[in-house]
């Protein structure tokens, strides 16, 4: 399984972005996707989940209300809209995906490169 992020960028604070990640292979391997992130100096952290289906996704406290995941399991998609974005939302955004429901932790089995995002005040 490959997973390609693209979408990230500088904005400023308050503005939005939207992150894509397409996944290829095996399609049994993206029964849930995620999103991490990690800043500089800090250690990578849990950011949303969503299943197979949709109906199930988990969000960091720190992104509640702000970040919104979703899919095109079509497309092999997972999305992250991402609105009032803070400085503190600068770091590299990575996808995740697993053959079974991981949640918030870090097991996921594949990972992608990262794609950059950062906040200026």
């Known amino acids: 399984v490959e997973l390609v992020e693209s979408g990230g960028g500088l904005v400023q604070a308050g503005g939005s972005l939207r992150l894509s990640c397409a996944g290829s292979?095996?399609?049994?391997?993206?029964?849930?996707m995620a999103w991490f992130r990690q800043a500089p100096g800090k250690e990578r952290e849990f950011v949303t989940a969503i299943d197979w289906s949709g109906s199930v996704n988990v969000y960091a406290d720190s992104v509640k209300g702000r970040f919104t995941i979703s899919r095109d399991n079509a497309k092999n998609t997972v999305y992250l809209q991402m609105n009032a974005l803070k400085p503190e939302d600068t770091a590299v955004y990575y996808c995740?995906?697993?053959?079974?429901?991981?949640?918030?932790?870090?097991?996921?089995?594949?990972w992608g490169q990262g794609t950059q995002v950062t906040v200026s005040s």
């Open positions: 995740a995906s697993s053959h079974v429901w991981v949640g918030v932790r870090p097991e996921y089995e594949y």
């Open positions: 292979g095996r399609t049994s391997s993206m029964y849930a």
